[in-house]
Structure formats: C-alpha cells, structure tokens
C-alpha cells in the first residue's frame, strides 16, 4: 500500500501513514494542536494550514471547497477532518 | 414580572426617532438553555430602523413569542415597507420568527455574516422553503436605507461563529447581538430605568462571553472608536446610558486581573489529587523535571485544598495542564471531573495537556482524563503515566522526565520524533 509522511509542525512529529488516511485520524493520534468540532467538514473548526505538499491530498470535495470559502479560509489551508493523504511527504500545521 | 408595567405596551417602543424596540419579553424563564439561570427571565429584544428609503428589522424573536413581536412591528412598518433583515445572531432565539417573518416580507433582502450562511440554510429546512436572497457582509459592507446607514462589523464567536454587530453611523446606535447583553427581563427597558442588573450583566459575560475573551478584546477593539449614544443588545436593558462604560467592563471584564509575575515564561500547572500520597509523589516529580527546562514556571496545586472556580481562573491564563488522579473505581475522582467539567467556561483550546496517576487495581483514570482533554480540545502530545501503588526511585524518574518532556513542548524544545501510524493507539 501505498505510503506517506506527515509531519506536524507544531509538536515536530512525523507519522508515516497508508494512502487514504484523513488528517484527523492521525493528528488526533499524536496529540498535534489541530483541534475539531463537528468532524463532518461544516464548522471550519480545524482549519489547518499546509506548509508544503498541499499537492498530496486529495482535491477538497465541493462541501470542503464552501465551506473553506463561506469561512474566507487563505489558500493552501484545508479542513483537517475532511483532507485525504494520497502520498509523499506533507507539512501541516493548526491555522 | 410587574415591575414597571405601565411602561410598555403591546406596541413598539421607541429608542430613538424612527428607532424602535419591536421584541419580546419572557418574564417567567428560569432557566436559559438549560445551563443558565434566570432569576429575572429574559427579552429578546428586535429591532426596527425606518430610513427614507427603506425599513430594516434588525433580529427577530424566540418563536413562541413571534406574536408580541409581530404586534409589535406591524404598529411602526407595514410588510412592504420592509428592505432589510439583519441576523447579527442566528441562534433560534433570535431566528424564531425569521420564516414567518421572511413570507410576511418578501421584498427585503438579508444581510447576515459570512459564516452565518450555513445556519441560515439549516434554519429554514424545517419550513421548506427555499433560502431567500442574501447578502453576506463583513466588516467596511453597509446598507443605505435613505438618510440612515447600517454598517457591518465583523465580530465573530460572541458566541456563536455566526455573530455581527451592525452600527448606524448617523445616530450612533449599535445593534450588538448577544455582546452586552444579559438576561434580566424589566419592562421599563432602559437601563436608566430598570432594576439593578449589574449581576445579570456579568454572569451573562462569565457563562457566555468568557469562552472567546479573544474574540471579546477584537471586538471591542473595533467598536471603541465608534461615537456611540446607545447599545441595543438583542437580550436584557437597551444601554442609552453611559453606554461606553459598559464597553469598558467588557474589556475590564475579558482582561486577566492580576499582573501575570510569569508572563515571560511559560506556565504549566500541575493538579493532583492523591489518597495515599503515591499520586502527590508523582505530581512533585513531574512539576521537578519541568523546572529543570529553563523558560517554564510551575505551579503545583492540591485540588483537595481548593474549589473548581478559583482553579478554573488559574486554567485561563496557563499554558500547560497536568492532571494526576488516583483511579476509584476504575474512574478518576470527582474532584477532577469537576474541574474538567467547568472548563468550558474558559478558552482552553490548544493548550498542553497531560494526565497521570498511581492506581491499586486497573489505572482507568489516566486515560479517561487524557480523553476528556482532547475533547476540550486541548493536545495531548505526550502519553500519560500510570504507576501501579507506590512510584519506587526508576519510576519517579519516569515522572520527571515526563514532565520535562511537557516542558520542552512549552518551550519548542521538544525532540523530533518520527512514528508509524500502525504503533499508534
């Protein structure tokens, strides 16, 4: 299966993950400031900033790409709970 | 409640020349969304502004109260008078009589912020209609009704994502939504006239505002250059009285009170509770292993000796949380839920957190603390310690470099690590 790195800046850790994982699943594994509320793409609540390799996720659904702009989010920040890691190496951090 | 009651009627009240008070009171509430009380009921208080070219409701109004607030409104503007509908706030009590108002008043356009537009949809599923036209608007958008202007302000999480003020620069008259609001219900409506509401006005900020004292302080910021005569919040007295003072509360009121002597370093608090002494052994190590990090300030407190208020004030200000508690039960104790569970009074999103804890039998309470933590959204970087009875020398030593390690991640000191996902819990 395919694999990938993710480091999150905030707490300098890296996780190498399977292709598909979503960011949620992995930052709430190692404790990254990244925080959630609804979980379901709506309330903007983990926005998080990609530092680079935004290009290894997924394209964000047309529900992420509304609600990123419903909540004026700056480019290169994507929703936490609704990024799929399609591989290589990424840089996040809490926006 | 009586009081004053010859001061209203069922008709519109007027605050100010072609201003008027259109809501609703509910004198008989005790409680308010279950977690507040409300020895004085409440208002939902709406607003009309009529300019030359257009009429504005500004809010509207719980839904059992719709009537008082239709009666209300159709005393100072017929339907086809009506441009404008603000939403400063979609909470249902202040959206109650938005459907009903929105068939009523087919011409007006709505002007709610940029992030209320998801709630407005969600709100109006129920009644089947399609969404009428809106407008998000932000901070510098306005709307000129003829000889009067209402001007956005972008005033987010007052307490609610969705929240705005709306100002009229001729008058200086600002519609504040929930922000200096309160819930004391009095019919003389102005708080030149009503009853002592002083307590209402800070207990509505401490359950309320308190959680996004961030947010409080940006808009504030943004409403003190405003010359204003009056504050029409959307609960409690209309503030045409020496309205800036009560701007300055709420900056008094979102700023720490006492000079921070740890200002420079970073803080990390470390609570426990013990019944043998085994998880106070562990709570002294871990506090010792982080003062060895230059740049933290440790504080050490007994929960046995104090109250969840006074620590929840502590909580505000700190960086870094540790929470020790033996497992009773195969639980932690109730003292620590306690003070879990009125944090979310306080903003303590982000902050550091972690658990520890010695136990006879299972040891629950170190991971039951750890998730409650990340369900107050704090990060929990660094795994809680479990230490079965009595912590020997090795394992007091665990303990300090447990609390070394929170204290290198206060710091940005902490070590690189790199994981696999299929090691992680």
């Known amino acids: ?95 | 409640m009586a009081m004053g009651a010859a001061a209203i009627t069922d008709d519109a009240v007027e605050i100010a020349p072609g201003v008027h008070w259109v809501g609703a009171l509910d004198p008989h509430l005790r409680s308010f969304d279950i977690i507040l009380k409300t020895a004085n009921g409440t208002s939902y208080n709406a607003y009309v502004v009529r300019g030359e070219n257009g009429v504005a409701v500004i809010d509207t109004v719980k839904e059992n109260f719709s009537d008082d607030f239709f009666r209300r409104l159709e005393s100072v503007a017929s339907y086809d008078e009506i441009t404008t509908i603000v939403l400063n706030h979609l909470e249902p009590d202040h959206s109650g009589a938005l459907p009903e108002l929105l068939r009523r008043a087919p011409r007006a356009r709505v002007y709610l912020s940029t992030r209320a537009q998801m709630m407005l949809k969600a709100l109006l599923k129920p009644s089947g209609e399609k969404p009428p036209a809106y407008i998000p608007v932000t901070t510098g958008d306005s709307v000129d009704l003829g000889g009067r202007t209402l001007s956005f302000l972008h005033t987010p999480y007052l307490h609610w994502p969705d929240t705005q003020c709306t100002y009229i620069e001729e008058d200086g008259i600002l519609f504040t939504g929930d922000i200096f609001g309160c819930h004391f219900c009095d019919t003389r409506l102005f708080n030149d006239r009503v009853g002592d509401f002083r307590f209402s006005f800070e207990y509505y900020y401490a359950h309320i505002m308190r959680p996004f004292r961030a947010y409080v302080l940006d808009a504030v910021a943004l409403i003190e250059p405003l010359a204003l005569n009056l504050i029409a919040p959307a609960h409690g007295p209309i503030l045409r009285h020496l309205p800036r003072e009560y701007l300055h509360r709420y900056r008094e009121l979102a700023t720490p009170r006492l000079f921070n002597e740890a200002r420079s370093e970073k803080t990390l608090l470390v609570f426990y509770l013990s019944a043998y002494g085994n998880t106070r052994r562990m709570a002294e190590a871990i506090a010792a292993g982080a003062e060895r990090i230059a740049g933290v300030r440790v504080s050490l407190y007994d929960l046995e000796g104090g109250d969840s208020d006074i620590f929840t004030d502590l909580v505000e200000e700190a960086d870094g949380l540790a929470f020790g508690s033996p497992t009773i039960n195969a639980d932690a104790v109730k003292p620590i839920w306690d003070l879990l569970s009125s944090l979310t009074s306080v903003n303590v999103k982000g902050k550091l957190g972690a658990a520890f804890g010695s136990y006879g039998w299972s040891g629950e309470a170190v991971r039951l603390i750890e998730d409650r933590l990340r369900g107050l959204k704090l990060r929990v970087p660094v795994d809680g310690l479990r230490i079965k009875l009595v912590p020997d020398t090795g394992e007091l030593e665990q303990c300090c470099h447990l609390g070394e390690s929170l204290a290198r991640h206060l710091t940005g000191q902490s070590e690189h690590r790199e994981l696999d996902m299929a090691i992680l819990a």
């Open chain 1, 1 to 95: 299966m395919p694999r990938a790195k993710v480091t999150f800046q905030d707490i300098d850790v890296s996780v190498t993950v399977p292709a598909g994982t979503r960011l949620i699943e992995v930052s709430e594994k190692v404790g990254a400031g990244i925080v959630y509320g609804c979980r379901e793409g709506e309330c903007c609540t983990c926005l998080t900033k990609i530092i680079s390799g935004a290009e290894n996720f997924a394209p964000p659904s047309i529900l992420e790409d509304q609600v990123l702009k419903d909540n004026m989010a700056p480019r290169r920040h994507r929703l936490a709970c609704q990024a799929q890691i399609l591989g290589g190496e990424i840089v996040v951090m809490p926006a």
